[in-house]
């Protein structure tokens, strides 16, 4: 069982910066795959980034790519989410995930049904 809580959401301005946290609880964090996913009003939930179990390797949807850097703390169980450029369009509920896996990471980490474990989310709100 892992529990996942994030935190550092809040309200920004277009262009600023945000860092989202996701705290894990129990046992064996750094033999879970880590994926942030967010979910905006009327939409469904889309894949934002992802890191391999040791932070070797990484994967970006597109939206993301070059504005985003996720990265993870195994010894404080810790997987850390900076966003950068914000934009209005990045205003969501944003998700941390867990997925059971060491597979190197690649577009099947895109697919939420990969996660067996979700925190509870954390709003980003980018003002225009």
């Known amino acids: 069982q892992v529990q996942l809580v994030e935190s550092g959401g809040g309200l920004v301005q277009t262009g600023g910066s945000l860092r989202l946290s996701c705290a894990a609880s129990?046992?064996?964090?750094?033999?879970?795959?880590m994926g942030w996913f967010r979910q905006a009003p009327g939409k469904e939930r889309e894949f934002v980034a992802v890191?391999?179990?040791?932070?070797?390797?990484?994967y970006y949807a597109d939206s993301g790519k070059g504005r985003f850097t996720i990265s993870r703390a195994n010894a404080k169980n810790t997987v850390y989410l900076q966003m950068n450029s914000l934009k209005p369009e990045d205003t969501a509920v944003y998700y941390c995930?867990?997925?059971?896996?060491?597979?190197?990471?690649?577009?099947?980490?895109?697919?939420?049904?990969?996660?067996?474990?979700w925190g509870q989310g954390t709003q980003v709100t980018v003002s225009s």
């Open positions: 890191i391999s179990w040791g932070g070797s390797s990484t």
């Open positions: 129990g046992r064996s964090f750094n033999t879970y795959t």
């Open positions: 995930a867990a997925a059971p896996t060491r597979r190197t990471v690649g577009p099947w980490a895109g697919t939420t049904d990969e996660y067996d474990y």
